[in-house]
């Protein structure tokens, strides 16, 4: 108000302007203008000084309340999370990956450019809630679920009259469990999920494994049929080239010891069969520990189904250099006859790009199912990794050659490129 009140006083000039003038005008007059008119305006710029010291006690009351309240409210709150448990006590986890790729397919009479999902590590969203209980004992639950549109283990050359691209939109289960565990007693799991033995022929340091492992003849162009020159069809990539590891994910009862020395154990009981035999089993050990910078990785496992038997490991080993070294073996008896695999893989990580590590790898698999049929395959992948994306950019290229009795085939080869992005 004593703002508003000086500018009426002086026709509409600032306050500011108004001492201005007053201040010359006082230095200028000296003692010729010592008279009443002097004196008045004296008055009248002591009344203004006032007013302007309470226009300025009231602003500085002002910014004392405020600054009392922003005290009061203390630091800003975190926006609220997007997604929480229904449960106070019960933390959850949502995360998940989106794996598109480019896979150009050939069997040697015929080629296609296919739009897939890689198998590899197919798309999927999963959930994870866990809560702490005494003792040092936690429950949780995992739900995890496999979406995959036209997937690069599906897709295939138009045999048979089929249509040549599949089209078709899977959505499975990949775990649906609920386990307890304590660092003192273990973990004890039940519900669909991985058994002890899944992953025994997969240990991999050499950063590829997104594209490239011995699990590929199962994954890329797995559908695609040896041909012979005539354009006859014989046995499917995954026919022969098998990596047979284990016992993959089924329902199954499952306890994982604590780890010890870098040591652990694990076993899984799935349901009893028909005929009254105790359902499939298996058995794993896994190791995992840095070793005076070299990181190690190994498992071996035993699954055991009725008359069928299994039994393989594999270990890889990546040194401070970045040079990894990645062997696998694993053989499966079914009664009529026996399968088995062998895998080495050379890797080499590279720090050349700022958004992230570069991974070179090339593979070499050897492989014969139980009807006798074997063949090899070599692979060379490349992935770079993208920090900041949360993303893996990859390229591959991969040859399978088939040992079939009888039949001259060609050989099957696959090239693609692709991303990995996960949440």
Avoid: C
Wanted: proline share 2%; hydrophobic share 35%; aromatic share 6%.
């Amino acid at each position: 108000m004593g703002f508003v009140r000086n500018r009426r006083r002086f026709g509409g000039k600032s306050l500011a302007a108004a001492l201005l003038g007053t201040t010359l005008l006082v230095g200028l007059a000296g003692p010729a203008l010592a008279d009443s008119h002097l004196e008045s305006e004296n008055a009248e710029l002591r009344s203004m000084v006032e007013d302007l010291m309470q226009e300025v006690q009231i602003l500085k009351n002002m910014v004392v309340e405020q600054g009392n309240k922003m005290a009061e409210m203390g630091e800003p709150a975190e926006p609220a999370k997007m997604v929480e448990s229904g449960k106070d006590k019960v933390s959850l986890k949502v995360y998940g990956q989106v794996n598109r790729m480019l896979l150009l397919a050939s069997d040697g009479n015929e080629s296609r450019l296919f739009n897939a999902d890689n198998d590899m590590s197919s798309t999927r969203v999963g959930f994870k809630g866990e809560a702490k209980m005494d003792g040092g004992w936690s429950a949780g639950t995992t739900v995890e679920v496999q979406m995959e549109s036209n997937s690069s283990a599906k897709v295939h050359l138009g045999d048979d009259g089929d249509d040549i691209n599949t089209g078709k939109e899977s959505f499975s289960e990949r775990k649906l469990e609920l386990w307890v565990k304590s660092k003192a007693a273990g973990k004890f799991s039940i519900g669909q999920g991985s058994t002890a033995s899944d992953g025994v022929a997969e240990a991999d340091l050499s950063g590829t494994g997104v594209i490239s492992g011995s699990g590929s003849g199962g994954a890329l162009g797995a559908d695609v049929r040896f041909v012979d020159s005539d354009g006859n069809s014989h046995s499917k990539v995954d026919g022969i080239f098998d990596n047979l590891d284990g016992h993959s994910r089924k329902d199954r009862l499952r306890y994982d010891s604590p780890s010890i020395g870098g040591f652990q154990v694990s076993t899984s009981l799935q349901s009893g069969r028909d005929d009254g035999d105790s359902g499939p089993w298996d058995v794993a050990v896994r190791y995992g520990r840095d070793l005076d910078g070299f990181e190690v990785e190994a498992i071996a496992a035993q699954w055991v189904n009725g008359d069928d038997t299994g039994l393989g490991g594999s270990a890889s080993v990546l040194a401070p250099s970045g040079t990894s070294f990645t062997v696998a073996y694993a053989t499966e008896e079914d009664g009529d006859g026996s399968a088995r695999m062998t895998y080495a893989k050379l890797g080499q990580k590279l720090d050349i790009n700022p958004a992230g590590s570069t991974a070179l790898s090339i593979g070499f698999m050897n492989a014969e199912n139980a009807d006798g049929d074997g063949g090899s395959a070599v692979d060379v992948a490349v992935v770079q990794k993208a920090k900041s994306l949360g993303a893996e950019f990859y390229g591959v290229y991969g040859l399978y050659e088939a040992d079939i009795a009888g039949a001259a085939t060609n050989d099957v080869t696959v090239a693609g490129v692709g991303a990995r992005i996960k949440f």
